[in-house]
C-alpha cells in the first residue's frame, strides 16, 4: 500500500492510525512505547526530519534529556515500511481547518514528553524550563527573545513582534510552531487540570483517537485549547476572562529570559552570549507579552490566523 503525505489533520491521524496499528501487531503495545517511536520520526533519533536537516548527535541527546528518555528507541522503519514511515515524516505542517497549520512535530514531542513525570515536573539544570516547555513553547521563545536581545545591540528599536509575523514560516512565533505547542498540553488530557498532565487516551488506547477528539469537528469555541493551555501555566479565569495575566506573563518572560542564555551560548557563542545578557530580561518580558497576544487573540477569535500588521 501506497502512502503520501498528508495535508490536513484528518489525514495525519488516519496515518498515525495505521502505523499504531503497525506497531501494536508488532509488540510495541504500550502508548508510552508508541509515542516515544512516533516522536523519534521527528526529533532525537538518526532517522527523524530533525537530523536530516541538522546532522547533529549532540541534539538528539539533548531530545533525549528533555523527554526523560534513555536513548533513542526503537527504529520504526522496519515496522512501518518505507511508505507510511516517509509520509508520517514528510507531513510536518498539516492543516486544520479551524485553527490553520499544526506543526506536528511540536506536538507529537510534547506529548512524548508528557508522558514522563520528569520531562513535564522538574526543570533541566541551567535552562530555566521543564523538558516539555523546553521541546514546546519555551524552546521556541526563549530562542526569540535570545534572537531579538541580539538585534537590538545594533538597532535598539526592534521590536518583539516581528517573531510572530508569517515571515517566520516555521521558526519561533510561527503560527504553526504555537499551534503545536498548545496541542502538545491539551490533546489527550483531561479538562480542567491545573498543571501540564500525563499523556491519557481514550479507552480504545490510541493516540489517534486522542488526537482526532482534540481536533473534532464542530464549534471551535468548545473545547477552549487557549484557556486550557493557559490553565496549566497557572491562569485562572472568571468566565472567559484570565484575571491574572500579569502573573503568567511574568512567568513566561522568566522562562525566555533563563532559556535564552544556553539558548545564546549554542547558537551564538561565549561573546555574543555575554553581551546580550543585560538585555534578556526585557527582551523576555517583550516576547512574552507578545506571546500572550497571539494565546488570547485566537481565544476570542478561533481559528486561521488573518494577515499580519506591522
Avoid: C
Avoid at 484575571?243 to 539558548?263: H, I
Avoid at 543585560?278 to 507579552?289: C, M, T, V, W, Y
Avoid at 506571546?291 to 485566537?298: E, K, P, S, T, V
Amino acid at each position: 500500500m501506497v502512502f503520501r503525505r498528508a495535508t490536513t489533520i484528518a489525514a495525519y491521524i488516519d496515518l498515525i492510525r495505521e502505523a499504531e496499528k503497525r506497531l501494536i501487531a508488532s509488540g510495541v503495545t504500550t502508548v508510552d512505547e508508541r509515542i516515544q517511536v512516533l516522536s523519534g520520526i521527528y526529533y532525537g533519533t538518526d532517522w527523524s526530519l530533525d537530523f536530516e536537516v541538522m546532522k547533529d548527535f549532540g541534539r538528539d541527546a539533548g531530545f533525549w534529556l528533555f523527554t526523560g528518555r534513555a536513548g533513542q528507541g526503537a527504529d520504526p522503519r522496519p515496522i512501518l515500511g518505507k511508505s507510511l514511515f516517509e509520509a508520517l515524516k514528510r507531513s510536518q505542517d498539516v492543516a486544520d481547518p479551524k485553527i490553520g497549520k499544526v506543526d506536528i512535530g511540536h506536538m507529537i514531542i510534547g506529548l512524548n514528553a508528557r508522558s514522563s513525570l520528569i520531562a513535564r515536573s522538574v526543570d533541566i539544570p541551567g535552562h530555566g524550563a521543564t523538558g516539555l516547555e523546553l521541546v514546546t513553547w519555551v524552546g521556541d521563545l526563549g530562542g526569540a527573545a535570545a534572537q531579538l536581545a541580539r538585534a537590538r545591540l545594533s538597532a535598539p528599536k526592534t521590536t518583539a513582534n516581528r517573531f510572530f509575523s508569517p515571515a517566520m514560516r516555521d521558526d519561533y512565533g510561527a503560527d504553526s510552531n504555537l499551534q503545536g505547542d498548545v496541542a502538545a498540553y491539551v490533546a489527550g488530557a483531561a479538562s480542567g487540570v491545573t498543571s501540564a498532565p500525563a499523556l491519557v487516551v481514550p479507552a480504545s488506547g490510541s493516540i489517534a483517537d486522542a488526537l482526532a477528539a482534540y481536533f473534532s469537528p464542530g464549534p471551535v469555541g468548545g473545547p477552549d485549547r487557549v484557556q486550557a493551555f493557559l490553565q496549566m501555566l497557572g491562569g485562572t479565569f472568571s468566565g472567559a476572562t484570565l484575571t491574572n495575566r500579569p502573573v503568567v506573563e511574568q512567568l513566561m518572560a522568566t522562562k525566555f529570559r533563563d532559556f535564552g542564555t544556553p539558548y545564546a551560548i549554542s547558537q551564538f557563542g561565549l561573546s555574543v552570549a555575554f553581551l546580550i545578557r543585560p538585555q534578556l530580561a526585557q527582551a523576555g518580558a517583550d516576547i512574552a507579552k507578545e506571546f500572550m497576544n497571539w494565546l488570547l487573540a485566537r481565544k476570542s477569535r478561533p481559528g486561521p490566523p488573518k494577515p499580519h500588521k506591522r
